[in-house]
């Protein structure tokens, strides 16, 4: 039997044709992965750093915010410290009976029957107004109730200071 000799260089022509072909392709085709490849990977690492930018912010959003609640919070103890000696020093002087606690009285009526001068005595400080002390068990008892008053008020602030920080 005689080879085709023809046939078959024609057939290796086809052949390595066929591989070259594919051999460019797989070249192009391979470059145009690679470079979506890198276009990706650029694309994901500019998210990363986007979404570890947001975080920074909203974190140091966070710290701010947690050291404003921490001053406010100082603040308030300042204050109710502050109150709680002057209470506590006011409280040991009506005890010591260092200071009294006087109620201005009307001298105008009489109608309680009250009859108290309407002038002063000459050591007072009031001009012309009558006063009346207060028992010391009494004026305890005053001071009691506005250390309360105080602190409700100071506890009001407080909170409304923690609002304004979180409406901000």
């Not at 406010?72 to 009976?97: C, G, I, M, P, V």
């Not at 109608?111 to 005595?121: D, R, Y």
């Not at 002390?133 to 008892?141: F, I, K, S, V």
């Amino acid at each position: 039997m005689a080879v085709p000799w023809r046939a078959v260089g024609l057939l290796a022509l086809v052949l390595i044709g066929a591989g070259s072909v594919w051999q460019f392709q797989d070249w192009r085709y391979g470059k145009q992965l690679a470079d979506q490849a890198r276009q990706h990977g650029e694309t994901l690492n500019q998210l990363t750093m986007a979404g570890a930018e947001a975080q920074k912010a909203e974190q140091d959003k966070r710290l701010a915010l947690e050291q404003k609640l921490a001053d406010s919070e100082q603040t308030h103890y300042r204050k109710l410290s502050d109150a709680q000696r002057d209470q506590d020093r006011l409280r040991d002087r009506l005890a010591t009976a260092d200071v009294r606690l006087s109620v201005l009285l009307d001298a105008t009526d009489v109608a309680k029957g009250c009859g108290v001068p309407a002038t002063a005595g000459a050591g007072g400080v009031d001009h012309a107004a009558v006063r009346a002390r207060l028992d010391p068990a009494h004026a305890q008892r005053i001071i009691a109730i506005t250390h309360e008053g105080d602190r409700g008020l100071i506890a009001l602030q407080a909170c409304q200071a923690h609002v304004r920080a979180f409406t901000r």
